[in-house]
């Protein structure tokens, strides 16, 4: 599909916007603005920002458009709608095989993005709430153009300790941003590398590292900084601090609920599967089942970062 053909033909005279470049986790894109500076919507993407000359090498570009810019999709057919602490992202397939997204905050429709079939190119249209909108749709477009080049953007709490990251996964609730701060209170040498979104990124020679990210949930945490990943550790919780090493299949279905993507399209669940299982094959997987404490906390860090 070509949106820059046919009804979508306006859209040429968009690319001749301010344009702002980021590189997260050595992937660069672009945000377009038509007759706006988006400057405070895009603050915490400042430690990440580029010069307009590495567009050349982008995955992706995403053009913010007035609302009556953006046309009404044709004949949606709902693919996907998630409620995650009060966000709400749909996804339907248009008539043309475009992607249609709607973004929502506690109900509140906060933005609209129509994107290309390999997700290189969308426009987007801020209806409210301009900051959570424009960064939930940069954030859906990097999950998905960069899953097919051994990125993965996951849903979990990070730290590094001696050099080496540290990734806390598991539901909503299980108290990820608590076990990672608990590390920051009583494990000497730790820093919060990202709260809520950090990428992985597996390395033909086997090699994973971690990267702080422009996304990071409730707690401001948007460092520009990379770490061989030293393990995962899936959390979840108990009236006893416990914790065993998880390998082969277990290892593999412990890191699959928290990556970001749409699953259901052949090129994305292929490049997310390569990565995860590159990811369970060379990283250590760990489960704690724990209570919110100092013990919990120095009991998974005796054990990951001497393994």
Sequence with gaps: MQLNRGRYSFFVSLCLMKEYCYIVAGHCFSVFAEGADMSEELAHYAPFAVGPEA???????LHVVPASSLPAPIGLTEEFRQNDDGTQIRLSRTADEASWFEFGLEGILSGTMLSNQGFTEAWMAIHSLPSFAVSNAIMVMYAMSTAALGTALFHAAVVSHDNRGYLF?????????????????????????????????????GTARVFGSPWSGKTPCYRNVAYPVGGFVQLSQAPHNAIRRLKGVAAYAAL??????????????????????????TVPVWHLECLPDEAAARLCAEQITHC
């Design 256 to 281: 699959v609920p928290s990556i970001s993507g749409k699953r259901w399209d052949r090129s994305i669940a292929d490049g997310l599967h390569e990565t995860e299982n590159a990811l369970a094959s």
């Design 169 to 205: 996964l598991g539901k909503s609730g299980t108290g990820k941003s608590t076990h990672a701060h608990l590390w920051l209170k009583h494990i000497p040498g730790t820093e919060l590398v990202n709260d809520d979104n950090p990428v992985v990124r597996c390395y033909p020679d």
């Design 55 to 61: 567009a050349a090498q982008r995955v992706f570009r």
